[in-house]
C-alpha cells in the first residue's frame, strides 16, 4: 500500500486546497476558490497531480472536505472539515489537544484526543471573528491582509474596538484614522477584538494544551499573539497552516480503505476521470 | 420522499400538512369557533369541553419576515416574530379569538402587541405561574376557572362537569395513540421516520382532538400493516421548544441519521403525560399541565447536591436515551430563547454525566439558516460514529 496514493481537497470560502500522499511522501497545492467551486475544485487537484507526477487514474482513493466539499463530483467521499483538521493536525504535531481553524467565513473551535474530536464549536453565521472580517477591513485601511500582523506588532497600544459587527467596526477604524490613531495601533485593536471572539468561542470547548491554530489566520502573527493572550496558552502553528484539512482528508482517506480491504470489502472509485463540471450546468 | 408508505393516512397528512389552516378555515366558516393559542401550557382540555376548536399558532419558516420588524425589536425571539409576521399578513384572520398563556415573557408581551393590532373577538391571557409549589396550584386553579368562564361567555353555553370529563378521556385517548406511535420508532431501524413524525405533529396542532386522534390511528393501521422500515442510521433525540416545520428534522436525517425521540414542546411535552382524573377534574387539569410538563420555563426549586438536582430534573431524559436506545442528543436553542438557553448548560451537564454525546445548535428560526447547520450535524454524527 506504500506506493498507492490518497488525495484529499479541501474547498474553503477563498482557498482550494490539495494534498496528495502515499504515506511518505507529501504533495500540495493551494489555490484559489473561484465562484464556480468544482471547475475550480479539479484545475486545483491537476495542479497537483502534476506536481507530484501521476496521473488522477494513479489515486486510489479521493476525499472532500470544506464548505465546497458537496459540489466535487470526483470525490469518492465527503468529510466534514472538524474530522479532517483533527487528523491533519494531529498526523503533524501529535500532541494536539486543541484546535482552532480561523477560515475566510467561519471559525471553528475543537477539543481532540489522539486525533479524534470529542466536542467542537463553530461559527459561521458571523463574519467578525472570521478572515472575511480581516478582508474588509485593510481594504478600508489600504494595506494588503499579509501585512497586517507585522504591522501590529509595532503598536505602543491598543485601541478598543467595541463593536461586534463587521460593518460597524469598519465604521469605528474609519473614525479612529479620522482622529489620527496610528495604523498600527488600530489593528493590534482589531485582533484583540478578533481575538476575544474566537477566544469566547473557544473556551467553549474547555481548550487545553497543545492548541494548534490552523486556517489563514495562523498566518497573521499578530492575531495569534492576541489569541495566546487572551487564552493564557502558548500556540503552535503547523509549517503550512492551510493544508491540515486536506492532509486530514487524504489520511482519513487511506485509513478508509485500508480497513476496508481489511475487512474483505475493498472500496471502489467512483470516478476514474478528471472531470470538469461547470457550476451552472 | 421521507414517508416510504403512500397510504391514505400518510396522504392526507402530506395534504394537511402543505394546507395547515385548511381544516380550521372550513370550520371557521361553517360557524365554529376557533381560538388559536401559543405553547403546550394551556389546558385544551376546556376548549374541546366548551366545543371550541383550538388552533396552536405557528411560524413560517419559509416566509421572510417583512411585517413584524415594524413592531417587534430584531432581538425577540424568531419564533414568536414569524407567528406575528404571518398574523399581520393576514394568514390567521380565521382565528375567532386568542388565548395565550404566561409561559415566557415573549409570549406575554405578543399578547398584548397581538390584540391590539389584530383586535380579535375573544382574547384571553392565561396568568401561568411559573413554579409547581403548593401556592402556585392554588392560583393556577384560579386561573383555569376564569379561563373556562371565559370560554362560557364567549360561546354563551356552561360547561358541565360531563362535558369536561368527556374533554378529559378524548385527549388521554389522543395522547396515548401518540405514545402508541412513538413506541413504533423503538425499533431499529424506527418504523416511521422522525421528518413523518414531525410533520404529523404539525397537523396535530390544527386539527380537533377527535379527528386528529382518528389520524394517528389510521396512520399507526398502515404503518403496522405495511411492516416497512425506513432507512438506518444514528440513533438521535431532539430537545428543544418549538419545531413547526419537517425542515431541520429532514436536514438531520438527510445526513444518515435517525431521529427516533424528542423532548420538545411540539413534541413529547405535549402528550408524555395523561391528565389522572380526579373529583375536581380542573385541578387535575393543574396537576397535569403546571407540574407534569417539563420545560425550562417552570422554575424547579434546586434540591440536594448538584448531581442529585439533575437527576430529579433530567433523570426522565435518561429513561428516553436508554427506552429509544438513543446515540446522541442534538439541542436545538431558537435564538434568543432565554428560557432555553439558561437551562442548556445544565441539560448538557447531565448527558456529560450520562455520557452521551450532544450538539448544542442556536438556529435564527429560517430554512437558510437551519441549511447552514448541515456541517455542524454532519460533523456530529462523524464524532458519534468515531
Not at chain 2, 437551562?343 to 447552514?372: C, N, R, W
Request: charged share 25%.
Amino acid at each position: 500500500m506504500a506506493d498507492a496514493f490518497f488525495a484529499g481537497i479541501d474547498i474553503g470560502s477563498t482557498m482550494t486546497k490539495v494534498v496528495i500522499t502515499n504515506g511518505d511522501s507529501l504533495t500540495s497545492i493551494i489555490g484559489p476558490t473561484g465562484a464556480e467551486h468544482r471547475r475550480m475544485a479539479s484545475k486545483v487537484m491537476q495542479e497537483a497531480l502534476d506536481k507530484a507526477g501521476i496521473p488522477f487514474s494513479g489515486l486510489a482513493y479521493v476525499v472532500a472536505t470544506g464548505y465546497g466539499r458537496i459540489n466535487v463530483p470526483f470525490a469518492d467521499k465527503q468529510i466534514t472539515e472538524i474530522s479532517c483538521h483533527a487528523r491533519g493536525v494531529s498526523s503533524l504535531i501529535p500532541e494536539t489537544r486543541t484546535i482552532i481553524d480561523i477560515g475566510g467565513q467561519d471559525s471553528k473551535a475543537m477539543r481532540v484526543e489522539q486525533g479524534k474530536v470529542i466536542d467542537f464549536v463553530m461559527n459561521d453565521k458571523c463574519a467578525a471573528g472570521t478572515g472575511r472580517f480581516l478582508e474588509v477591513i485593510a481594504e478600508t485601511l489600504g494595506i494588503k491582509l499579509e501585512d497586517m500582523g507585522k504591522i501590529s506588532l509595532k503598536a505602543k497600544e491598543k485601541v478598543a474596538i467595541s463593536s461586534i459587527c463587521t460593518i460597524f467596526a469598519e465604521q469605528e477604524v474609519i473614525s479612529s484614522l479620522a482622529g489620527g490613531v496610528p495604523l498600527e495601533n488600530i489593528i493590534a485593536g482589531l485582533h484583540e477584538s478578533i481575538a476575544n471572539r474566537i477566544g469566547s468561542m473557544t473556551e467553549r470547548v474547555k481548550p487545553k494544551p497543545a492548541v494548534v491554530v490552523t486556517g489563514g489566520g495562523a498566518k497573521n502573527i499578530g492575531l495569534v499573539k492576541a489569541l495566546e493572550e487572551r487564552l493564557g496558552f502558548p500556540l503552535l502553528t503547523p509549517p503550512e497552516p492551510l493544508i491540515t484539512g486536506a492532509l486530514g482528508a487524504a489520511m482519513l482517506g487511506r485509513e478508509a480503505v485500508l480497513k476496508a480491504r481489511k475487512e474483505g470489502k475493498p472500496l471502489v472509485r467512483k470516478e476514474t476521470k478528471l472531470e470538469v463540471v461547470s457550476f451552472h450546468s | 420522499m421521507s414517508i416510504n408508505v403512500a397510504g391514505p393516512a400518510s396522504k392526507k397528512i402530506i395534504d394537511l400538512y402543505e394546507h395547515r389552516t385548511a381544516r380550521a378555515r372550513e370550520l371557521h366558516s361553517r360557524g365554529r369557533k376557533v381560538i388559536g393559542y401559543l405553547c403546550c401550557y394551556v389546558p385544551l382540555e376546556l376548549f374541546t369541553a366548551a366545543g371550541v376548536v383550538p388552533y396552536r399558532i405557528m411560524g413560517s419558516l419559509d416566509q421572510t419576515i417583512s411585517e413584524a420588524d415594524s413592531y417587534l425589536e430584531t432581538i425577540v425571539c424568531p419564533f414568536i416574530r414569524s407567528c406575528f409576521d404571518i398574523a399581520l399578513k393576514g394568514e390567521y384572520d380565521f382565528l375567532d379569538g386568542i388565548v395565550m398563556p404566561h409561559s415566557c415573557d415573549t409570549v406575554q408581551r405578543i399578547y398584548d402587541i397581538w390584540k391590539y393590532h389584530k383586535q380579535p373577538a375573544f382574547s384571553h391571557f392565561l396568568n401561568l405561574p411559573h413554579m409547581e409549589d403548593e401556592s402556585s396550584k392554588r392560583f393556577y386553579l384560579k386561573e383555569l376557572e376564569r379561563l373556562k368562564k371565559a370560554l362560557e361567555d364567549f360561546t354563551g353555553h356552561p360547561i358541565s362537569e360531563a362535558d369536561l370529563k368527556s374533554a378529559v378521556s378524548l385527549h388521554n385517548e389522543n395522547r396515548a395513540l401518540l405514545r402508541e406511535l412513538y413506541s413504533l420508532r423503538r425499533a431499529e431501524p424506527a418504523l416511521i421516520s422522525g421528518t413523518d413524525v414531525t410533520r404529523l405533529l404539525v397537523v396535530g396542532n390544527t386539527l380537533p382532538v377527535v379527528e386528529y386522534t382518528e389520524l394517528i390511528r389510521e396512520l399507526i393501521q398502515e404503518l403496522r400493516n405495511s411492516g416497512h422500515q425506513t432507512r438506518t442510521g444514528t440513533r438521535l433525540l431532539v430537545y428543544g421548544s418549538e419545531i413547526d416545520d419537517i425542515a431541520l428534522i429532514k436536514l438531520i436525517e438527510d445526513c444518515g441519521a435517525q431521529v427516533v425521540m424528542d423532548d420538545m414542546c411540539t413534541g413529547t411535552r405535549v402528550f408524555w403525560n395523561d391528565v389522572v382524573p380526579k373529583d375536581g377534574l380542573l385541578e387535575s387539569l393543574v396537576d397535569r399541565y403546571l407540574c407534569d410538563i417539563v420545560c425550562p420555563r417552570t422554575y424547579r426549586r434546586r434540591t440536594g447536591s448538584r448531581e442529585e438536582d439533575l437527576d430529579r430534573r433530567f433523570g426522565y431524559l435518561k429513561s428516553f436515551i436508554e427506552e429509544f436506545n438513543v446515540k446522541g442528543v442534538i439541542l436545538y436553542i431558537i435564538r434568543f430563547c432565554d428560557t432555553h438557553e439558561f437551562d442548556a448548560p445544565d441539560v448538557m451537564d447531565y448527558l456529560k454525566k450520562l455520557g452521551i454525546p450532544f450538539l448544542h445548535i442556536e438556529d435564527d428560526y429560517s430554512v437558510t439558516t437551519i441549511g447552514q447547520l448541515k456541517t455542524r450535524v454532519q460533523a456530529f454524527l462523524e464524532v458519534i460514529k468515531d
